[in-house]
């Protein structure tokens, strides 16, 4: 069974900073680009980053754009997310995700596996 398991969520102050992390168990990713998305309350789930199987290529959404970083380990079958200078507006439940290839895509039907979220709120 495959599964994606996020970690590291919860309650920071705006301006602060959280790593959150993505833990692979069931199969290996290799070959695979890994994404995050986010879902904020009634709100449509948005792409946030990507990242190759290399790491070598990186993708960000502009509102994340110099202040997240995703990196990989692919020894430990995790990824990481890396979020800097929180702000009230990226408060929302951060999912990560395994591509169907190491293409890095921003769509949600691009990704076949999918974690069970975590749960970030900033507080101003």
């Known amino acids: 069974q495959v599964q994606l398991v996020e970690s590291g969520g919860g309650l920071v102050q705006a301006g602060g900073s959280l790593r959150l992390s993505c833990a692979a168990s069931g199969r290996s990713f290799s070959g695979h680009a890994m994404g995050w998305f986010r879902q904020a309350p009634g709100k449509d789930r948005e792409f946030v980053t990507a990242?190759?199987?290399?790491?070598?290529?990186?993708y960000y959404a502009d509102s994340v754009k110099g202040r997240f970083t995703v990196s990989r380990d692919n020894a430990k079958n995790t990824v990481y997310l890396q979020m800097n200078s929180l702000k009230p507006e990226d408060t929302a439940v951060y999912y990560c995700?395994?591509?169907?290839?190491?293409?890095?895509?921003?769509?949600?039907?691009?990704?076949?596996?999918w974690g069970q979220g975590t749960q970030v709120t900033v507080s101003s």
């Open positions: 990242i190759s199987w290399s790491g070598g290529t990186t």
């Open positions: 995700a395994a591509s169907f290839s190491d293409i890095i895509r921003i769509r949600e039907y691009d990704y076949a596996y």
